[in-house]
């Protein structure tokens, strides 16, 4: 397969990003991004100005940390949902009256279940949830960089996060169903 | 950058460029179903977890029954590993299917990256479809 990741000029940035031919295409020159799959080491940015792939060791090390990056976030995911649910121990109950069919009188009882919105885990929640977005960004871009080996290391440290917390998650649901 | 309408686009692989039309047709198409199988995939995950813990809370129930029926005093690790394994089978299948989720997600995202309007309807109009036919299933148990 050719190496699509053709060399950039140092000032890539100034360049209109509409070229002349309004053709699309991966490794045309001009196009600082690949806008297809392809599998390289040479000259791999990412995400940082400062992080820059060129060697196969470089790419390995970034295989493992993207990997983990992803079994993090999946981890995250059960993390929040596990401690919603412990945090929602408050359960308020409004009863009221509503007319019934032969007149008589039914009590309608609403559940509400909720957090109080200046409560600790409510704001340990929010926080929990910026870190969740920013590393769905991140992992989103990393995907966006085409490379094949990231794109893999994504994927599979989603599917590992996903088996490994998501096993106690599972059992946790099957005990609070049995309870109710 | 800004959504264009064109006929002309390379989508997601160096072999899948479109010239003609009918290959952009033919490339919503693909794409459409792609958000139909994404949003399936998430009621059918669903649907399978609630499957397995009820299989394996039965198979556990009914080892357990067994047990006390035999009154025998051995270690109660067979019954309890058989239902260990046939769970650990269970959820090494979903997380292959969490895999493919993902990818279909982020092959959706990057598909819709190429700015082509056309593609852009077309993921749109496939997770509405997606969404329409599958989520009923879920509350069907």
Not at chain 1, 123 to 148: A, D, E, K, P
Request: contains cysteine; charged residues 10%; aromatic residues 12%.
């Amino acid at each position: 397969m050719a190496d699509n990741s053709t060399t950039v000029p140092p000032h890539h940035h100034h360049h209109p990003t509409t070229s002349a031919h309004h053709s699309h295409g991966g490794g045309m020159d001009g196009m600082m991004m690949s806008m297809t799959f392809y599998f390289g080491f040479k000259n791999v940015e990412l995400l940082f100005s400062g992080l820059v792939i060129n060697t196969a060791g470089e790419m390995a090390g970034a295989f493992v940390a993207v990997f983990l990056l992803a079994m993090f976030y999946e981890g995250l995911k059960i993390a929040r949902e596990s401690l919603l649910r412990k945090s929602q121990v408050s359960i308020r109950y409004n009863s009221m009256p509503v007319p019934g069919p032969n007149g008589t009188i039914l009590m309608e009882t609403h559940k509400t279940v909720g957090q109080q919105m200046l409560s600790f885990p409510h704001l340990l929640q929010t926080v929990l949830h910026i870190i969740q977005v920013v590393i769905s960004y991140f992992l989103m871009l990393i995907f966006m960089t085409y490379n094949g080996y990231l794109c893999i290391a994504v994927a599979a440290g989603a599917g590992t996060g996903y088996f490994l917390f998501s096993w106690k998650k599972a059992v946790v649901v099957d005990i609070t169903e049995h309870c109710h | 950058m800004h959504f264009i309408f064109s006929d002309e686009v390379v989508l997601l692989f160096d072999f899948w460029s479109v010239h003609s039309p009918a290959g952009m047709a033919l490339s919503v198409l693909v794409v459409l179903f792609l958000a139909v199988l994404y949003e399936s995939i998430k009621v059918g995950k669903a649907k399978l977890l609630h499957q397995a813990v009820v299989s394996v809370s039965v198979l556990s129930s009914q080892q357990l029954t067994e047990e006390t029926d035999q009154d025998s005093s051995a270690s109660d690790s067979a019954p309890v590993s058989r239902a260990r394994l046939r769970w650990f089978f269970c959820h090494f299948g979903q997380s292959l299917i969490h895999v493919v989720q993902v990818v279909i997600g982020y092959f959706m995202m990057l598909a819709v990256m190429s700015y082509n309007t056309w593609i852009f309807f077309g993921v749109i109009l496939g997770s509405a479809v997606g969404y329409y036919l599958a989520y009923p299933l879920l509350s069907m148990v």
